[in-house]
């Protein structure tokens, strides 16, 4: 299912402006905010990675990230013979985890592989945003890639609103429509959509669902936003910061024309 990110003017882009400045989105605070955790992926190509980079890397961060962690990845790979199917099963180099004292902001590294989240309570895009390019200058420096290849940031929301939800429209403007035959009362869903996007780098991932809080008198849904940008296929900072605060721009946009007034309430609109 496709659909048009519904911004007013060309997603992440001034009007008129050919350098593609991004737009500044009217982003509202809440006194609730919903945002469980953010992450930005930069994924390289090239890269000259070495068993040293890590621990250069943990010597430049470890003032503010100082919990340092392995965590083991493995590849499956299927493959079909006359009469069975196998499965293979690779070990890929692991991934390298920095953490802050807190725990709620973390720098992945790995070959090729950068990846910088937040937990909530999520500061706002202007004081995440510099975690990004900290890691993103260092991991430049040390792993030398040729280039990013492609690049991606996730917004992750858990909304409880009180239950039970007869109507799903009074909270979301995208959400499952049925048949009269079928019935209309949707109990459990996980609705994703690609919208199309005026911007050709960019793709971009709606998906909304339900989900179990424990609590009989609420409902709790999830409603995850992810912009990917494809082809990058550069390593200039200015070139990957405008391309990360579009794909801001373009998840505020879609994240306050996916709910309601009634759900701002709910969450406590500031402004």
């Not at 196998?86 to 992945?108: T, W």
């Not at 895009?125 to 991991?139: C, N, S, T, V």
Request: aromatic share 10%; glycine share 6%.
């Amino acid at each position: 299912m496709t659909g048009t990110i519904p911004t007013p003017i060309n997603p992440g882009r001034q009007d008129g402006d050919p350098q593609g400045a991004p737009v500044s989105p009217p982003e509202r605070h809440y006194a609730k905010p919903p945002l469980v955790e953010v992450l930005c992926e930069l994924h390289f190509k090239g890269s000259k990675w070495e068993a040293t980079v890590a621990g250069q890397f943990y010597d430049r961060v470890k003032e503010r990230f100082p919990a340092k962690r392995e965590d083991e990845r493995y590849r499956i790979s299927f493959g079909s013979g006359s009469y069975s199917v196998r499965a293979e099963i690779g070990r890929l180099p692991p991934v390298i985890r920095f953490a802050s004292e807190d725990g709620r902001r973390v720098l992945q590294i790995a070959p090729d592989l950068l990846v910088v989240n937040q937990l909530a309570p999520y500061p706002g895009f202007e004081a995440w945003e510099p975690d990004i390019f900290l890691a993103f200058r260092i991991f430049r420096e040390l792993a030398q890639p040729a280039e990013v290849a492609w690049l991606a940031l996730r917004y992750i929301n858990q909304i409880i609103v009180p239950g039970p939800v007869d109507r799903i429209k009074e909270y979301f403007t995208m959400y499952p429509q049925l048949p009269q035959t079928l019935g209309r009362d949707t109990r459990q869903f996980l609705l994703r959509v690609e919208l199309a996007s005026s911007s050709p780098e960019h793709r971009f991932f709606m998906a909304l669902a339900t989900c179990a809080v424990g609590e009989a008198d609420q409902e709790s849904f999830t409603l995850e936003l992810h912009d990917v940008v494809e082809n990058v296929n550069a390593l200039d900072e200015e070139r990957i910061r405008c391309l990360v605060r579009q794909a801001h721009a373009n998840i505020v946009w879609a994240f306050e024309s996916a709910i309601t007034d009634r759900l701002r309430e709910v969450l406590g609109v500031q402004d």
